[in-house]
């Protein structure tokens, strides 16, 4: 009877090692609002990919957790004690130019948009939106990539287009919407009123508004005036 061949024994081969866990998107969440940011950061953290490092209540908080943390990218509300979401932005982004930054708001006028994108904000998302956007806009911001709804975006480039109002204007804008007179804003910013009533010129025809009533609708729905 033949003996059995013996089977050939090679190296012993190592065990395949796990694939790695891929890293998780790390975010900074402000909303001086803390039921949605509890809210918020709880969606969030259910998401295999990422994960809340730092929570804000008002603007100068998200810019000293920011320092702190690094996280990937920040959730940024415009509503914010302290320093508003605008100012938050821009200081974040001072100190770290390449900060990836995501607007996330209930405000939708034409400045509110204009400023936070001037500020360096990445993403433009309204407080409306589904949560498969908002994770979705989160990866697309992580990547590097930028994100605003196309009415949005069809408003931003109807802003570029007009006539800025000046800070004075501003001013005088937002006392007209107080109900004062030409007299009385004259008083209040201590000029002459003929320069009032020239300021009051200048905002009505940049605005395209009729009136003064008209200049304080349109001022109101494109963000210019806060109530």
Known sequence: MLPLPV?????????????ATPARIRLLVAD???????????????QADLQVVAQASDGAQAVELWRRT?????LI????????????????????PRAKLIILTTYDGDEDIYRGLHAGAMAYLLKDVRREELLRCI?????????IRPELAGRLASRLTRDELSHRELE?????ERGLSNKHIARELQ?????????VKAIL????????????????RRGLIKR
């Open 70 to 74: 690094h996280p990937d990218v920040g």
């Open 7 to 19: 089977p050939q024994t090679g190296p012993a081969t190592p065990a395949e090692a796990p694939a």
């Open 32 to 46: 001086d609002h803390h039921v949605v940011l509890d809210g918020l950061s709880t969606i969030l953290d259910m």
């Open 172 to 176: 005088v804008l937002a006392l007209v």
């Open 139 to 147: 990866r697309v911001v992580h990547e590097g990539g930028h994100y």
């Open 77 to 96: 509300d415009l509503s914010m004690p302290r320093l508003s979401g605008v100012e938050a932005i821009a200081e974040i982004r001072r100190h770290e």
């Open 191 to 199: 000029v002459a009123e003929g320069t009032v009533k020239t300021h």
């Open 205 to 220: 025809a940049k605005l395209e508004a009729r009136s003064r009533t008209e200049a304080i609708a349109i001022g109101v």
